[in-house]
C-alpha cells in the first residue's frame, strides 16, 4: 500500500524556518552589507539633460522647394559633426575642468574621444500626419543631449553649453539657407522683370 503524502500546513512551514533560520539570516545580512558598501561605496554620477525641440520651417514649402530635402535627423547628425569637433570639445574640457585625475597621463586627443562617448545624443520621434501626403509616418520632433559627471554643476553647466553650440550651429546653417534663398528669389525676381520688360 502506498502512504499517502502528509499535507504541509503553515505550522510546519514556521517550524522549517525556525530550524534553518541559520541558513536564511546569514546570505541575507551578507547580501545587505555587500549591497549597502556597493550602493554608499561607488561615486555619485548626476547627469544633466536637454530636450531641443525641432520646429518647421517658416516658409511655406510650396512657395520655395528645397533643391536638397533631409530628414531632420540627418541635419542633428551634421550639426552634432561641427559641434563635436576636437576643439569645441577640448575648449570645453579646460574650462569646466573635466578629467583632472588623467590630464597628466593622458592625451588631449584621448579625452575628447572619452568625452565623445560621454555625451549622449538621442532622438525623440512621434507618429505624426505628413501634411503633403497626408500619410502617418514617423518623424523625428526633438532630440536629447546629456552628460554625466560626479559634480552635479558641471554636468549642468557642460550640457547648457553643448546646447548653446548646437544651437548656435543651426542659427549658422539658416541663415546661410536664408542667405541662399533670398538669392535665388531676387534671381528669379530679376528674371521676371526681364521677361515682362520684353
Known sequence: ?????????LGDYLSILGRRKKQLIIPAI???IASGLLAFGLPSIYQSKATILIEQQEI???????TVTSY????????????????????????????KDKRRTTSMSMLVEKMRKEVILEMISA???????GRPTSATIAFTLSFNNENPRTSQKVTSE????????????????????????????????????E
Open 72 to 99: 531632420a535627423g540627418e541635419r542633428i547628425q551634421m550639426i552634432s559633426q561641427r559641434v563635436m569637433t576636437t576643439d569645441n570639445l577640448s575648449k570645453i574640457i579646460n574650462d569646466y575642468g573635466l578629467y
Open 1 to 9: 500500500m502506498e502512504e499517502m503524502e502528509e499535507i504541509k500546513g
Open 127 to 133: 507618429d505624426v500626419v505628413d501634411p503633403r501626403s
Open 162 to 197: 553643448l546646447v548653446s553650440l548646437f544651437l548656435n550651429a543651426n542659427l549658422e546653417r539658416r541663415t546661410k539657407s536664408a542667405i541662399e534663398t533670398t538669392g535665388f528669389l531676387a534671381t528669379e525676381s530679376t528674371k521676371l522683370e526681364q521677361r515682362v520688360a
Open 30 to 32: 551578507l547580501i545587505l
Open 60 to 66: 511655406p514649402a510650396d512657395l520655395v522647394r528645397s
